[in-house]
């Protein structure tokens, strides 16, 4: 009998936990380290969201639970990267996207110009 109240518990703990999604939650920072508020989503969002619009060394990161998520990729003047997952707490570090952009782009123009050093 207690094996079969242990095994009822687990599978109670295990629905409510794949019905409520939790995901980080911000509007409008500019550091992935104040985007921490934790949200329980509504039943019907089964997407954790991070949208990160980026401008030179500026970027604003917005997250939040959604219903439905396209990823998106664009960059003209200003880049901006919209991301999704589906697990709890997957959004936690979207930020890193945009500025690793700004990096490679450094390590590449670093490489450019140590080739035209030596073609001199």
């Given amino acids: ?32 380290a104040n985007c921490t508020t934790v949200a329980t989503c509504a039943a019907n969002q089964s997407f954790c969201m991070t949208e990160i619009t980026g401008f030179a060394a500026y970027k604003v990161i917005i997250k939040n639970c959604n219903a439905d998520c396209q990823p998106i990729n664009f960059s003209f003047i200003a880049a901006v990267k919209t991301s999704c997952c589906s697990t709890d707490l997957c959004n936690v570090s979207g930020a890193s996207s945009i500025k690793s952009k700004y990096n490679v782009l450094a390590v590449a ?10 073609s001199i």
Wanted: charged share 10%.
């Fill in 1 to 32: 009998m207690a094996a079969y109240t242990s095994l009822l518990v687990l599978m109670v703990l295990c629905i409510a936990s794949a019905v409520s999604l939790k995901c980080y939650t911000c509007g409008s920072e500019f550091s992935n």
């Fill in 109 to 118: 123009l670093g490489f450019l110009g140590a080739l035209m050093r030596r």
